[in-house]
């Protein structure tokens, strides 16, 4: 049996206890004697939203592939829980050992909007790390990594994080454990390791780097301070999507989330290039998952979950080239086992109307299209390319 890091007491007098007992169906747990590493997994939001994040259970199951390694999940408590933890002194832990944050190798928070960031620091706070990177001088404290959309500009929360990965996860995480590893092995402080790290290809390590500003604000340049550190740091790119990491099996959470279903992604990019749309310039280029690859996942995820209902995900989800072929093929899935199917985030341009005839068969499928703006004119102005008549 394991023991729960909050008494029955505490979790009797919060809103949903089932935020942080973990358990869950598809949950990973192995024996931390026998594993080298130990990474816990953060998004900084309630439990709700963070378990209907596509990315975490991508790296989640990457993770606890590794032998070495086992990856834990870890969410911001809510207002309730919180104010007992700082009463009590109770440290954040993670789901599914329901050991103390502090005391893992790693902490990665993915960073997917800058409305988190408060929650961030709540999190760093609450598990008893020091705030401030500079302020974690040994071992004693885990190496605080941030990933996500907002690593891209990541100079507004960097005195906070001892490094960032910018890019795709699924590159160059094997490569940084085994040299973290190497480094403990060897006697390495922590500083000599986040410099050996800092050479490590989609990694930025704020503290080699001195940054200076302009009089408005902006940034006027960003210089290594240490021999051997990349004068820049290129984001990482996972070429072949259909020969990579995708969890068979995603967490099934006991509790009601944000997105109650199996995601299937089907492609990363998008060919459009709207204007301000941040996806469309971070995920590029333009990778599709093989036709094959999405049967096999689709069938092996809906067997080992239960779910009711299936979503397809990715940038423009009808400029897919084998949407029609997948959507015949979910139809024919779907219909045998009794499950939905959801397309979100279609084109009216590009939208076949006999895929949405298909669709329209299946009992309570929904179909998501994005106009995007409500006029011509500002259609034109972000190059949606949209006409009144297509809408």
């Known amino acids: 049996m394991r023991k729960l890091a909050l008494s029955d007491d505490i979790l009797l007098s919060v809103e949903k206890p089932a935020r942080y007992i973990g358990n869950e169906v598809n949950a990973v747990y192995k024996n931390p004697q026998e594993t080298d590493i130990r990474f816990v997994m953060c998004f900084p939001d309630q439990y709700e939203i963070g378990m209907s994040h596509l990315g975490i259970q991508i790296l989640y199951d990457m993770f606890n592939q590794f032998e070495d390694t086992w990856c834990e999940r870890v969410y911001s408590p809510w207002t309730d829980l919180d104010k007992i933890m700082r009463e009590q002194h109770i440290p954040l832990f993670a789901l599914e050992s329901q050991d103390p944050i502090k005391d893992f190798d790693f902490l990665g928070i993915t960073i997917q909007y800058e409305m988190c960031y408060t929650n961030i620091l709540q999190v760093i706070d609450l598990s008893q790390i020091p705030l401030l990177a500079k302020e974690r001088k040994d071992w004693t404290c885990p190496i605080v990594m941030g990933g996500g959309p907002c690593t891209y500009n990541p100079e507004p929360i960097a005195e906070f994080f001892d490094m960032f990965y910018i890019g795709e996860g699924e590159t160059q995480y094997r490569r940084l454990l085994d040299l973290y590893k190497e480094s403990r092995r060897n006697g390495d402080s922590r500083e000599e390791f986040l410099y050996k790290a800092a050479q490590v290809p989609g990694m930025y390590v704020p503290m080699f780097y001195d940054v200076a500003y302009k009089k408005d604000g902006t940034i006027l340049s960003i210089t290594p301070n240490r021999p051997g550190v990349p004068a820049k740091v290129l984001k990482e790119v996972e070429v072949n999507i259909s020969d990579t990491y995708y969890p068979e099996k995603p967490v099934v959470p006991y509790m009601k989330v944000v997105q ?61 080239s084998k949407l029609p072929e997948l959507i015949d093929f979910l139809i024919e899935e779907c219909d045998r086992r009794h499950v939905n199917i959801s397309l979100p985030s279609l084109r009216i341009d590009s939208f076949s109307l006999d895929v949405m005839q298909k669709v329209q068969d299946i009992k309570k499928s929904s179909l998501t299209f994005a106009p995007e703006a409500g006029s011509q004119r500002m259609r034109n102005v972000i190059n949606k390319g949209l006409t009144e008549e297509d809408i």
Do not use: H
């Open 260 to 320: 109650e279903r199996v995601v299937l992604e089907i492609m990363r990019g998008c060919i459009r290039g709207c204007r301000f749309c941040q996806a469309g310039q971070l995920y590029r280029p333009v990778r599709e998952r093989s036709l094959e690859w999405n049967k096999k996942y689709a069938v092996a995820m809906l067997k080992n979950t239960g779910q009711e209902e299936i979503t397809l995900s990715s940038l423009s989800s009808s400029d897919y």
